[in-house]
């Protein structure tokens, strides 16, 4: 059973989204969940890079520009984002705001927190192999897009 904590991130979870620890955090992944054209969950599973916590109630992330969760995200606007880990499992229901931002192959949404819900079942984390070297030029492209103003 997961409750609810409010519509805003706590100071933590803003911490572990402002990239600020960025190395430390590459190689987990996280659940992106978004819903089709024929109202099914469409899952996406993307990794720190992409995200960015721009404030409390703010998440950039940044997707393909030809991807279904981009599709999804401009048709629907509905998202989740699934933190599994060792030491933290909260869902992020989370709304589009907006057109995306387009560049280098990517779109960069701005995703309003509507709510946090925790759940303290979850005892290990998703991970994910190999972990981008953030001097590739994929990663810069991706990092370069979510700091934009």
Same mark, same amino acid.
């Given at each position: 059973?997961?409750?609810?904590?409010?519509?805003?991130?706590?100071?933590?979870?803003?911490?572990?989204?402002?990239?600020?620890?960025?190395?430390?955090?590459?190689?987990?992944?996280?659940?992106?969940?978004?819903?089709?054209?024929?109202?099914?969950?469409?899952?996406?599973?993307?990794?720190?890079?992409?995200?960015?916590?721009?404030?409390?109630?703010?998440?950039?992330?940044?997707?393909?520009?030809?991807?279904?969760?981009?599709?999804?995200?401009?048709?629907?606007?509905?998202?989740?984002?699934?933190?599994?880990?060792?030491?933290?499992?909260?869902?992020?229901?989370?709304?589009? /705001?907006?057109? #995306?931002? =387009?560049?280098?192959?990517? !779109? *960069?949404?701005? &995703? %309003?927190?509507?709510?946090?819900?925790?759940?303290?079942?979850?005892?290990?984390?998703?991970?994910? /192999?190999?972990? #981008?070297? =953030?001097?590739?030029?994929? !990663? *810069?492209?991706? &990092? %370069?897009?979510?700091?934009?103003?």
């Amino acid at each position: 059973m997961s409750r609810s904590l409010g519509a805003a991130l706590s100071p933590e979870l803003q911490v572990r989204l402002s990239q600020r620890d960025l190395p430390r955090r590459l190689g987990l992944g996280v659940s992106l969940l978004t819903v089709d054209d024929r109202g099914r969950p469409h899952p996406m599973l993307c990794s720190y890079l992409e995200l960015l916590a721009v404030s409390p109630t703010l998440i950039r992330v940044a997707v393909g520009a030809r991807s279904g969760t981009c599709r999804n995200l401009e048709a629907r606007g509905a998202a989740t984002l699934l933190f599994a880990e060792s030491d933290l499992t909260v869902y992020l229901k989370c709304r589009a /705001a907006g057109a #995306p931002l =387009l560049s280098g192959g990517l !779109a *960069r949404f701005e &995703l %309003a927190v509507e709510e946090v819900l925790e759940d303290a079942r979850i005892t290990c984390g998703v991970t994910y /192999a190999p972990v #981008p070297a =953030l001097d590739s030029d994929w !990663a *810069r492209a991706t &990092l %370069a897009l979510l700091r934009l103003k």
